[in-house]
């Protein structure tokens, strides 16, 4: 029998979705450890929280099993003290509200399966911490054996080992310097402690998140717990320069030309720091963004690299933009469109990652969401193809936008590739164009895409030397609306992406090669990357219609991105439509 408090073993299992899909088995233990060793840290802040109020009582009862009793007892004691008014907010300390067991899985969930009375329940036994064993995270049935990976998860322990030491070793000073004695003292290391497990709460969820969607966390310098210092600032990164300019789609909207940085990328072969990443030489920047409008109605986004004298990065001066994806955290969007079934790959095109959604979820690509239910919709992004996510259209009065609330938290999270030697200094820039507020008659629209691959996975290995086709199951429309600005988002070797709605095209996304900024050279051979694509006019949508995905790569007329010629997993194809949605009213 498992013992209850050994969350390691019974709830390890459950911080990452099982794959529905084969998996690149590496990238995703590495996840699964990062997305466990958040989440015991968020335990140990936790644990030294309730140390501050319960004092020997927090070791002698589980975390969310303390008795009525003390609680009361330590209530009366601290109204007793004027000054702490505000610090603490009666029993929400031990996790009993049932608030903070959503908001950390392992909590929630050790309080969910494990449900014995308060009072009947074992007291905790003095145990040695075991800081290095991690549970191998649940595998699908055609996944590679572990032993390939041990390796690598030996080597993620080993560089994380300073790491960790530091960590062990604040947490242990940080509580010696709690008060037996519910005093002055005592009342600042409250007031710090439940500052900071507060903070830590949305720190967890956004972490976690990133780490079990499609743009994994980077360890940065510092190993992982380097991320969290540089997320755990509470304080979103200011931007180092804002200039406004002529708007191109409503008169009376602010158009603005926002710069944070500057960022450095490694050079071409150089050691980077262990980490995430979704190709070997790639640099990662996840943190929330500051001196972005809010209680405003975004109508157009897009993101690109500069220099500090604001001349662009691009792929002639050897910068790669695999991704940048920005965020609404909080903020949820409509599934209108769902799935059920993977898409049927043809032969030679390999999956190699796990889908937005699974197929069982019904979700099309529209929503993401944190773990404990917290929501993040996606409101604009782009990856070297560069291509803006407009929600306005050009010469039509259609009074859509995203809705950005006045307090919500914007979050971005990117990936960059230098592929010269030198290192070079970017500034990740947004061109955004929004109405103030919330103008009388418009709509909240929201940003989508579809697959086709289905609801089985976004990112495929096509095979080389040749032209493949692939068709995605029919996606089914949830809510009667249009699809506004649909256009492809392909990787290189990519040639088009089509809607067929009810076996109709309505949508052909071209996409488009080469040109001064588009092309380089590397290992003295040319490479062209996708520049842009053909984007569609208005497309209305019944519910119940069907929606099919087709797109086409040929790796004869254009070569897969530098890194993959192996078809090595740094640079794996992807086959989506994006778009603009909003319903009819």
């Given at each position: 029998?498992?013992?209850?408090?050994?969350?390691?073993?019974?709830?390890?299992?459950?911080?990452?979705?099982?794959?529905?899909?084969?998996?690149?088995?590496e990238?995703?233990?590495?996840?699964?450890?990062?997305?466990?060793e958040?989440?015991?840290?968020?335990?140990?802040?936790?644990q030294?929280?309730?140390?501050?109020?319960?004092?020997?009582?927090?070791d002698e009862?589980?975390?969310?099993?303390?008795?009525?009793?003390?609680?009361?007892?330590r209530?009366?004691?601290?109204?007793?003290?004027?000054?702490?008014?505000?610090a603490?907010?009666?029993?929400?300390?031990?996790?009993?509200?049932?608030?903070?067991?959503?908001?950390?899985?392992i909590i929630?969930?050790?309080?969910?399966?494990?449900t014995?009375?308060a009072?009947?329940?074992?007291?905790?036994?003095?145990?040695?911490?075991?800081?290095?064993?991690?549970?191998?995270?649940?595998?699908?049935?055609?996944?590679?054996?572990?032993?390939?990976?041990?390796?690598?998860?030996?080597r993620?322990?080993?560089?994380?080992?300073e790491?960790?030491k530091?960590?062990?070793?604040?947490?242990?000073?940080?509580?010696?310097?709690?008060?037996?004695?519910?005093?002055?003292?005592?009342r600042?290391?409250?007031?710090?402690?439940?500052r900071?497990?507060?903070?830590?709460?949305?720190?967890?969820?956004?972490i976690?998140a990133?780490?079990?969607?499609?743009?994994?966390l980077?360890?940065?310098?510092?190993?992982?717990?380097?991320?969290?210092?540089?997320?755990?600032?509470?304080?979103?990164?200011?931007?180092?320069?804002?200039?406004?300019?002529?708007?191109?789609f409503?008169?009376?909207?602010?158009?603005?030309?926002?710069?944070?940085?500057?960022?450095?990328l490694?050079?071409?072969?150089a050691k980077?720091?262990?980490?995430?990443?979704?190709?070997?030489?790639?640099d990662?920047?996840?943190?929330?963004?500051?001196?972005?409008?809010?209680d405003?109605?975004?109508?157009?986004?897009?993101?690109?690299?500069?220099?500090?004298?604001?001349?662009?990065?691009?792929?002639?001066?050897?910068v790669?933009?695999?991704?940048?994806?920005?965020?609404?955290?909080?903020?949820?969007s409509k599934?209108?469109?769902?799935?059920?079934?993977?898409?049927?790959?043809?032969?030679?095109?390999?999956?190699?990652?796990?889908?937005?959604?699974?197929?069982?979820?019904?979700?099309?690509?529209?929503?993401?969401?944190?773990?404990?239910?917290?929501?993040?919709?996606?409101?604009f992004?782009?990856?070297d193809?560069?291509?803006?996510?407009?929600y306005?259209?050009?010469?039509?009065?259609?009074?859509?936008?995203?809705?950005?609330?006045?307090?919500?938290v914007?979050?971005?999270s990117?990936?960059?590739?230098?592929?010269r030697?030198?290192?070079?200094?970017?500034?990740?820039?947004f061109?955004?164009?929004?109405?103030?507020?919330?103008?009388?008659?418009?709509?909240?629209?929201?940003?989508?895409?579809?697959?086709?691959?289905?609801?089985?996975?976004?990112?495929?290995?096509?095979?080389?030397?040749?032209?493949?086709?692939?068709?995605?199951?029919?996606?089914?429309?949830?809510?009667?609306?249009?699809?506004?600005?649909?256009?492809?988002?392909?990787?290189?070797?990519?040639?088009?992406?089509?809607?067929?709605?009810?076996?109709k095209?309505?949508?052909?996304?071209?996409?488009?090669?080469?040109?001064?900024k588009?092309?380089?050279?590397?290992?003295?051979?040319?490479?062209?990357?996708?520049q842009?694509?053909?984007?569609?006019?208005?497309?209305?949508?019944?519910?119940?219609?069907?929606?099919?995905?087709?797109?086409?790569?040929d790796?004869?007329?254009?070569?897969?991105?530098?890194?993959?010629?192996?078809?090595?997993?740094?640079?794996?194809?992807?086959?989506?439509?994006?778009?603009v949605f909003?319903?009819?009213?």
């Amino acid at each position: 029998m498992k013992d209850f408090l050994d969350i390691i073993a019974t709830q390890g299992a459950y911080l990452v979705p099982r794959a529905d899909t084969p998996v690149f088995q590496e990238a995703y233990n590495d996840q699964f450890a990062a997305a466990l060793e958040m989440q015991l840290y968020a335990v140990v802040v936790e644990q030294t929280c309730r140390t501050a109020m319960y004092h020997s009582a927090a070791d002698e009862w589980p975390m969310g099993y303390t008795p009525k009793e003390i609680k009361e007892k330590r209530k009366v004691e601290l109204e007793a003290q004027e000054e702490l008014e505000g610090a603490t907010s009666n029993d929400e300390s031990d996790n009993d509200d049932g608030k903070y067991k959503e908001g950390n899985g392992i909590i929630g969930a050790v309080s969910r399966r494990n449900t014995v009375a308060a009072s009947n329940r074992p007291r905790r036994p003095r145990r040695s911490r075991q800081a290095e064993w991690l549970p191998t995270p649940p595998m699908s049935a055609e996944s590679p054996p572990g032993t390939l990976n041990r390796s690598k998860r030996r080597r993620v322990i080993e560089e994380d080992e300073e790491g960790k030491k530091r960590l062990a070793k604040n947490h242990v000073s940080s509580t010696k310097k709690i008060p037996a004695a519910a005093g002055e003292s005592s009342r600042v290391q409250l007031q710090f402690c439940f500052r900071r497990r507060d903070k830590m709460k949305s720190v967890v969820l956004i972490i976690t998140a990133a780490l079990a969607g499609a743009t994994p966390l980077d360890k940065r310098q510092g190993g992982f717990l380097g991320t969290l210092g540089g997320l755990m600032g509470y304080k979103a990164k200011a931007p180092a320069s804002t200039k406004n300019i002529d708007p191109q789609f409503n008169k009376e909207a602010v158009r603005q030309i926002i710069r944070w940085g500057p960022y450095t990328l490694y050079g071409s072969g150089a050691k980077r720091p262990s980490g995430f990443r979704l190709d070997p030489n790639g640099d990662g920047f996840n943190e929330m963004l500051g001196g972005i409008c809010t209680d405003c109605m975004i109508l157009s986004g897009s993101t690109f690299l500069t220099y500090e004298n604001e001349t662009v990065a691009d792929i002639g001066s050897g910068v790669y933009n695999h991704h940048v994806f920005v965020g609404d955290i909080g903020k949820s969007s409509k599934n209108y469109f769902s799935c059920g079934k993977r898409a049927a790959l043809p032969n030679g095109v390999i999956s190699v990652m796990p889908g937005m959604s699974a197929p069982k979820a019904v979700p099309s690509h529209v929503k993401r969401q944190f773990p404990g239910g917290m929501p993040i919709a996606q409101i604009f992004g782009s990856g070297d193809d560069g291509g803006a996510i407009q929600y306005a259209v050009k010469g039509a009065d259609n009074k859509i936008g995203f809705y950005v609330a006045p307090k919500d938290v914007i979050f971005s999270s990117s990936e960059f590739i230098n592929y010269r030697k030198e290192e070079q200094k970017v500034y990740i820039t947004f061109d955004l164009e929004f109405m103030k507020g919330k103008p009388e008659g418009w709509r909240d629209a929201a940003m989508g895409a579809m697959a086709a691959t289905g609801c089985g996975g976004i990112a495929f290995i096509p095979p080389a030397n040749q032209s493949t086709t692939l068709k995605s199951p029919a996606f089914t429309a949830t809510t009667t609306g249009t699809i506004y600005n649909a256009q492809a988002h392909l990787h290189d070797g990519g040639i088009a992406v089509q809607l067929l709605l009810n076996g109709k095209m309505v949508c052909n996304s071209q996409a488009h090669y080469g040109g001064e900024k588009g092309t380089t050279s590397v290992g003295g051979e040319k490479w062209e990357t996708i520049q842009g694509y053909d984007r569609c006019g208005a497309i209305e949508v019944n519910k119940g219609d069907q929606i099919v995905v087709e797109s086409t790569y040929d790796l004869v007329k254009h070569r897969l991105r530098p890194g993959a010629v192996d078809h090595s997993m740094g640079a794996e194809a992807m086959a989506m439509m994006g778009f603009v949605f909003a319903e009819k009213v």
